[in-house]
């Protein structure tokens, strides 16, 4: 077989197909580049052999380049030859672009790669959005058990969405001054981020939001409802450590919520508390499930 001749007719055929079906030229590109990585590990005598095939990409692309014009450099073709790799045997998800491909490729890690393919997908987030969630390292900011339940295909909890660290962005305001009526005013210059973080399904209610116990007025840092789960969301910042009575604060405003704001279709209050740095030990004698923790970067 001509290897050279076979890609190049699928690159001319679909450089052809882009100009007269565009509904289903995303289709068109990703089975096209899928079978120029098919054939450039055959060419280069299958996979075991192929990353010892770098001298016959280079010349490939210098002869595509030249006939086909721009567009087939090296780096392109090998990322067709990982394309195909990675993507042999599953079926091609064509919410997908090419170019988000050309993003996740290089990580290598495919756990990694299948959490940004279905967050894409059941986001229908752009080539940029997807940028910054990897830039954010928001995969590693999963625990380790939300990780496992990931690959198992198992169902996830409100808490196993809950990225750590929280970043937020400082806007290059003065860290040493810094406090929790700061810090809250920084998470609702960015709400929309922040709830991101949280996980899915949250919407903003009201922050310092009153409440009175006994004779005297307190107020929540955040109060916010998760749709998915049918509850309200208390939050509270924390600019230390996370301490005891920390847990017993937040209990409190949970447990008002229950009794006079939510109605019986709903389920039980959630608490969160986002401290400056985390305490495991303090956590261990905390027997109330539905308080939460996690801590918050500064950016």
């Not at 970043?167 to 991101?196: G, H, P, R």
Request: glycine content about 4%.
């Amino acid at each position: 077989m001509n290897y050279y001749k076979e890609i190049k007719n699928i690159l001319i055929s679909n450089e052809a197909y882009k100009q007269v079906k565009d509904y289903y030229k995303n289709r068109n590109d990703l089975m096209s580049y899928y079978n120029v990585g098919k054939l450039l590990i055959e060419a280069q005598g299958g996979e075991s052999r192929a990353k010892y095939g770098d001298n016959l990409i280079k010349e490939y692309s210098k002869k595509l380049t030249k006939e086909l014009g721009k567009g087939y450099t090296s780096s392109e073709l090998k990322r067709m030859r990982q394309f195909y790799l990675f993507q042999k045997g599953a079926p091609l998800e064509h919410q997908l672009t090419w170019s988000h491909y050309k993003i996740l490729i290089p990580l290598k890690n495919i756990n990694k790669i299948n959490y940004y393919i279905n967050k894409c997908i059941k986001y229908n987030l752009s080539k940029r959005k997807l940028i910054e969630l990897i830039k954010s390292k928001e995969y590693e900011r999963l625990s380790d058990k939300t990780k496992n339940k990931l690959i198992n295909k198992e169902k996830v909890n409100i808490e196993d969405n809950l990225l750590n660290p929280i970043i937020i962005s400082t806007n290059n305001i003065d860290v040493d001054i810094f406090n929790e009526k700061i810090l809250k005013e920084l998470i609702l210059n960015n709400i929309s981020d922040f709830m991101d973080q949280l996980g899915n399904g949250y919407s903003f209610i009201k922050d310092e939001y009153p409440i009175l116990i006994g004779d005297r007025y307190n107020y929540i840092d955040l109060l916010l409802f998760n749709y998915i789960y049918n509850c309200f969301i208390v939050i509270e910042l924390k600019v230390t450590e996370l301490k005891k009575e920390h847990i017993g604060q937040i209990q409190t405003y949970m447990h008002y919520i229950d009794q006079n704001i939510k109605s019986i279709y709903q389920d039980n209050t959630i608490g969160i508390i986002i401290c400056k740095k985390d305490n495991k030990f303090v956590m261990e004698y905390c027997s109330d499930e539905r308080v939460l923790r996690t801590a918050y970067q500064l950016n």
